[in-house]
Each structure stands twice: as structure tokens, then as C-alpha cells.
């Protein structure tokens, strides 16, 4: 006979690098926006003697990404939407 276990209840869970937040699905941009951030400076701060242009390409390619992975398929508070924009 199986003995009755309990289990542990999150208040977020992160799945597939998005954080879900509470019972209700809310999404936690902080952690997808300190990354775009972090990902920018990166690029800033290594990329000094490139062209605008090529920076520009560069946080086209690695960091633009950060912010829209999974976007259309999330429902965004109109907050959270212009703390993204």
C-alpha cells in the first residue's frame, strides 16, 4: 500500500526559460529583461571598434530574442508590455 504524500507548492515555476508566477498564469519579465540588459552591456562594452551597423546586427541576433521568446503566445498585462517597449 502506498503512504500519502504531500506535495510542495511553488509560487513560480520556470519552464522552457519563462517564469510562470502563481495560480493565475502571470509571467515574471524581470529575469527576461535583466538578461536582454545584461546581453546589450555585453555587447556594448566588447564591441567598441565595431560599426554601428554591425552592433546593430548583433543585438538584432542575441539580444532582441531574449525579449520575444515565447511573447505571442503569452497574455502580457499592458504593464508589462510597456516595461518591454
Not at 554591425?54 to 538584432?60: D, F, G, P, S, T
Request: positive net charge; aromatic residues 12%.
Amino acid at each position: 500500500m502506498f503512504g500519502v504524500q504531500s506535495i510542495e507548492w511553488k509560487f513560480s515555476t520556470k519552464y522552457l526559460d519563462v517564469v510562470f508566477l502563481g495560480v493565475v498564469l502571470r509571467v515574471d519579465i524581470n529575469a527576461v529583461s535583466r538578461k536582454f540588459y545584461a546581453a546589450c552591456n555585453s555587447i556594448y562594452s566588447k564591441a567598441s571598434c565595431l560599426t554601428e551597423l554591425a552592433k546593430i546586427h548583433l543585438l538584432e541576433s542575441y539580444c532582441l530574442p531574449l525579449l520575444t521568446y515565447a511573447i505571442d503566445s503569452l497574455k502580457s498585462s499592458k504593464s508589462q508590455c510597456s516595461a518591454i517597449c
